[in-house]
Structure formats: structure tokens, C-alpha cells
């Protein structure tokens, strides 16, 4: 794509998918004027980084939506120097916009080729403050409260209490929650008093992350 293009692709991505869906935080729409989408894609999808479609991104996995992105950077509401959980890096996108927006994000991949190929894109980028580890997420052993923001990027066929612990007082907890068709995307947050509240905040559909944990099953 000519630079013209681009630019335009991406004007009409804000303006037109991401801004009427309720995305007003000024904070985030800069980002995506700020951080070029399509250089965490591989050159056969970069004409579809604006677009309104989970691109793919290998390993069977794709990106967010544009506005599931922007509607969870939106929700956890990045503040600087706050510690940032992602499972799921992906290409790599997010952890760079939750960098670029004053977080210290420490980002899990489970497929290895992912995790250099967007390791590869930040140290491109000069971003400094995401560190990006290979392996699964969902099993790291992490301690209570460290997190202001959990940022889950693959969607969790029951509701993910077990990450609860790692929320910090004041913090905030993202995951979509369901199997399709019917899917959605909550909003957990953690008071300076310690009191948890959660909320549904729209309805949506994500790829699974790998080795979710299931719901339990009857036995007869």
C-alpha cells in the first residue's frame, strides 16, 4: 500500500469503526494514530490491518478486532507505571500499545514463533518497557496483587476467578468470557479496599486461548 493509503486506512479505521463504538478515550485513538498496525503483520495481510477482520497472524492464531482492541485498552485505562499482565502477546500489538501508553507490560506467548516474531517487532519499535516471555500464561506462577491491568486476549470458556488473585487494589481485569456464539467481554475491577466488582461490558466473539481451563462436565 502507498503511504497515501495508509493514512487513509487508517483515518477511516478511527473515525469510522473504533470512534463509533464508543471508544472516546482520546488516549487510546491516539495510539493507533501513533503505533502503525501493519507492521505487526505479515506483508500478504499489511493491506488488511485496518480493516474490520481478525487478520491472521500464523500459527492458526489472529489479531483483535480493531474495536475489541480499542474497546479493551479503553476499559483497563493504562495509566503510567502501571504493571501490566497480557496472556497472549500475539503479533505483538497490544503489549505495544499498553507500553506506548505508560505501562510495564510482561506479556506471555505459548507459541514460540509468535513470541520472536513479535519480540522482534518492539525492539524495532524502541520499546523497552514489555517484557515478552514464551510459554503459557494461564500456568505462570505470579504473586498476588502485582497487576494493576490483566489483559486476556484469547477468550476463556468459563469465567477466569483463578486470575482474580493477580489483580492488584485499584487494578482493573479484562477476559471474554463464553463459547461462540454467544461470548462476553467483562470488566473486572479491584477497589483500593480490596472489593471486587465485575461488568459486562458488550457482547463479542474471540478465538479460544490454548489450554483454558474447561467446565466441568456431569459424570453419569
Known amino acids: 500500500m502507498l503511504a497515501s493509503d495508509i493514512e487513509t486506512a487508517r483515518f477511516n479505521m478511527i473515525e469510522q469503526q473504533i470512534r463509533p463504538c464508543e471508544v472516546i478515550d482520546e488516549r487510546v485513538l491516539r495510539i493507533y494514530e501513533a503505533i502503525p498496525r501493519e507492521a505487526f503483520v505479515s506483508?500478504?495481510?499489511?493491506?488488511?490491518?485496518?480493516?474490520?477482520?481478525?487478520?491472521?497472524?500464523?500459527?492458526?492464531?489472529?489479531?483483535?478486532?480493531?474495536?475489541?482492541?480499542?474497546?479493551?485498552?479503553?476499559?483497563?485505562?493504562?495509566?503510567?507505571g502501571d504493571q501490566i499482565l497480557e496472556i497472549g502477546t500475539g503479533s505483538g500489538f497490544m503489549a505495544a500499545c499498553m507500553a506506548r501508553l505508560g505501562?510495564?507490560?510482561?506479556?506471555?506467548?505459548?507459541?514460540?514463533?509468535?513470541?520472536?516474531?513479535?519480540?522482534?517487532?518492539?525492539?524495532?519499535?524502541?520499546?523497552?518497557?514489555?517484557?515478552?516471555?514464551?510459554?503459557?500464561?494461564?500456568?505462570?506462577?505470579?504473586?498476588?496483587?502485582?497487576?494493576?491491568?490483566?489483559?486476556?486476549?484469547?477468550?476463556?470458556?468459563?469465567?477466569?476467578?483463578?486470575?482474580?488473585?493477580?489483580?492488584?487494589?485499584?487494578?482493573?481485569?479484562?477476559?471474554?468470557?463464553?463459547?461462540?456464539?454467544?461470548?462476553?467481554?467483562?470488566?473486572v475491577s479491584r477497589s483500593a479496599e480490596g472489593e471486587l466488582w465485575r461488568e459486562s461490558l458488550f457482547e463479542t466473539v474471540l478465538p479460544p486461548l490454548h489450554n483454558a481451563p474447561q467446565p466441568d462436565r456431569f459424570v453419569f
Open 103 to 187: 505501562g510495564t507490560v510482561t506479556s506471555y506467548e505459548i507459541h514460540p514463533t509468535l513470541h520472536q516474531q513479535a519480540s522482534g517487532r518492539l525492539r524495532e519499535f524502541g520499546i523497552h518497557n514489555a517484557e515478552l516471555i514464551s510459554g503459557d500464561g494461564l500456568k505462570a506462577g505470579m504473586a498476588a496483587g502485582r497487576f494493576k491491568v490483566v489483559a486476556v486476549t484469547g477468550s476463556l470458556p468459563t469465567y477466569p476467578s483463578f486470575l482474580e488473585n493477580l489483580v492488584a487494589p485499584g487494578g482493573r481485569m479484562f477476559a471474554v468470557v463464553g463459547k461462540e456464539p454467544a461470548m462476553t467481554a467483562m470488566l
Open 43 to 80: 506483508d500478504e495481510y499489511a493491506g488488511l490491518a485496518y480493516a474490520d477482520i481478525a487478520v491472521p497472524i500464523g500459527e492458526g492464531e489472529e489479531m483483535m478486532k480493531p474495536v475489541q482492541e480499542a474497546r479493551m485498552l479503553q476499559a483497563v485505562d493504562v495509566q503510567p
